[in-house]
C-alpha cells in the first residue's frame, strides 16, 4: 500500500495507474475508521482497478472548534486496516498541503439543500465539505467515488455539485452499517462510554417506529411528537427530527409516493449522533 503526502505525489501515482488503462474508485474519509468506512472500500473494490482512499480532518467543514479539536486521530490503526483491506493508494496530507493561505478562500452555496436539517445547526459545513471534496476530486481525479448513506445531506450535496459543476466522476451511495443494536457506526461513538452505546441504540428504535407510522398513514407531526418525549425521558436532546423527500431534503407531512427519509440529530452523551432510514411507500 502506497501512503502519499503530497498533491504530486498522489497526481503521479493515479497518473501512472490511468495511463495503464485501470479505473480510480476513490473513499474520502476523515480517519478514525470502522466498518462504515472499511464497507465504502469493499465497493471501491469490487467495482474498479485501483481504490485510492484519503484519510483528512478538513478544518473548514468544522463551525465548532472544540468538535475538531476533539476529531478521533487513530492513524496507525486506520493505515493497518486499510492495508489489509487490500487498499492501493492512501492520501494523507497536512492542512498545509490542502489549503494554501495566500490562494484565498472559496466557498460554494448550495441554496435550499444547505439551509435545511444539518446546515440550519451547521452554519459553512457544506461548503466546507463541496470544497474540500471538489479540491480532493481534482487531486485524485478517480472514476467513481463512495459516499455513505449515513449522511444522506452530504450525498445530496456531493450529487448535486457533481451534476452542476459537471465533475466526471460517478458517485455511488453506500447504504449505512450499523451496530447490533441498530446505532449507526460512527468515528464519534468513540466518545461514548459502553454503557452509552447501548442506550443510544434508542436513536434507531424510534426511526424504525417512525417509519412504520408513517406507512400507516399516521401524520409525521403526531408521531414525532411521541418519539419527542421519549427521547427527552431518555436524556437525548434532539436537534431536529425531519421527514423529507430524499432527493430534495424539502419536509413532507407523510408519505408521498416518492422515497423519503427520517431524518434525526441528537445529542447524547456529550456526542452529536446523527442518523436517518430512507425507505418508500410498500406498492399495493
Ligand atoms: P467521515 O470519515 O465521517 O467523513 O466519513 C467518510 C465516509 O464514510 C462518508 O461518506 C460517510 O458517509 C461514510 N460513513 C460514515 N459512517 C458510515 C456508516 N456507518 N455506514 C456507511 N458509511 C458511513
Known sequence: MLVCKTISEIRESVNIRKKDGKSIGFVPTMGALHKGHLTLV?????????????????????????????????????????????????????????????????TINFGMLEEVLEGEFRPGHFSGVGVVVSKLFNVVNPDIAFFG?????????????????????????????????????????????TEQRVDAGLIFDQLSILKAEVLEGTDFDIARNKSSDVFAKKGFDVEYL?????????????????????????????????????FSPIKK
Request: proline fraction near 3%.
Open 42 to 106: 469493499e465497493e471501491s473494490i469490487a467495482n474498479s482497478d485501483v481504490t485510492v482512499v484519503s484519510i483528512f480532518v478538513n478544518p473548514i467543514q468544522f463551525n465548532n472548534q472544540e468538535d475538531f479539536d476533539k476529531y478521533p486521530d487513530t492513524l496507525e490503526e486506520d493505515l493497518d486496516a486499510l492495508k489489509d483491506n487490500n487498499v492501493d493508494i492512501v492520501f494523507l496530507p497536512e492542512v498545509s498541503e490542502m489549503y494554501v493561505k495566500a490562494q484565498g478562500q472559496v
Open 149 to 193: 448513506q449515513k449522511d444522506l445531506q452530504q450525498l445530496a450535496v456531493i450529487k448535486t455539485m457533481v451534476a452542476v459543476l459537471n465533475f466526471n466522476v460517478q458517485i455511488i451511495g453506500v447504504p449505512t452499517v450499523r451496530e447490533v443494536n441498530g446505532l449507526a457506526m460512527s468515528s464519534r461513538n468513540m466518545r461514548l462510554t
Open 242 to 278: 425531519e421527514l423529507v423527500d430524499s432527493l430534495s431534503l424539502e419536509s413532507v407531512k407523510s408519505i408521498t409516493n416518492k422515497e423519503v427519509a427520517i431524518c434525526i440529530a441528537a445529542h447524547f452523551g456529550g456526542v452529536r449522533l446523527i442518523d436517518n432510514l430512507v
